[in-house]
């Protein structure tokens, strides 16, 4: 059974940086979509970034582009996201997510209900 495990979150001033990892246990493909996805309070889920392993090919979010970065070791089995210049409005709890059924074109991967795991999330507080 996947386990998706996140840390790494905090408080942090506007314009500072947070990095955010996921550990993941259970899973033996080597190519296979991870991504973060957040959510604010009275918001829906919305993806940030995407990364297909195989091929590390990289999705983001227009709101996050420029910003944020997905990164993958896979010797720690490990996926981290990388957040600079952090804004009050990247204040939401996020969440690790994972899918190993679809190859490098899924229509999906920007659709959280898509996505087969999860972690239990780590929340990240930016203040102005």
């Known amino acids: 059974q996947v386990q998706l495990a996140e840390s790494g979150g905090g408080s942090v001033q506007a314009g500072g940086s947070l990095r955010l990892s996921c550990t993941v246990s259970g899973n033996s493909d080597s190519r296979i979509w991870m991504a973060w996805f957040r959510q604010a309070p009275g918001k829906e889920r919305e993806g940030v970034a995407h990364?297909?392993?195989?091929?590390?090919?990289?999705y983001y979010s227009e709101s996050v582009k420029g910003r944020f970065t997905i990164s993958v070791d896979n010797a720690k089995d490990t996926v981290y996201l990388q957040m600079r210049s952090l804004k009050p409005e990247d204040t939401a709890m996020y969440y690790c997510?994972?899918?190993?059924?679809?190859?490098?074109?899924?229509?999906?991967?920007?659709?959280?209900?898509?996505?087969?795991?999860w972690g239990q999330g780590t929340q990240v507080t930016v203040s102005s």
């Open positions: 997510a994972l899918d190993t059924r679809y190859g490098r074109y899924w229509s999906g991967l920007f659709n959280a209900t898509k996505y087969a795991s």
């Open positions: 990364i297909y392993t195989g091929e590390n090919t990289e």
